[in-house]
């Protein structure tokens, strides 16, 4: 099964551009989506990566993807 992997646009942490080719880089198999995902009070204050049914946040992307890597399948 492929990891699950979605990111808002509206993140005020997170580029869209710049993170979608560390994701895919990181999971080549996942399936990502772009889109809001109506977590909008931690949105606005951390960078946050949607994986496996799991909100990952941190200070900022680089940070999100590294503890992200635990949730890959």
């Known amino acids: 099964m492929a990891n699950d992997i979605r990111v808002c646009e509206k993140c005020k942490h997170v ?11 990181m999971a080549p198999d996942a399936e990502i989506r772009v889109g809001c995902k109506s977590y909008c009070g931690p949105c606005a204050r ?8 799991r ?17 890959l399948k």
């Open 55 to 71: 909100y990952i946040k941190a200070a900022n992307e680089d940070e999100a993807i590294e503890k992200a890597r635990q949730y």
């Open 46 to 53: 951390y960078a946050f990566i949607f994986i496996n049914g």
């Open 15 to 25: 580029k869209v551009k710049s993170i979608l080719p560390k994701l895919q880089q």
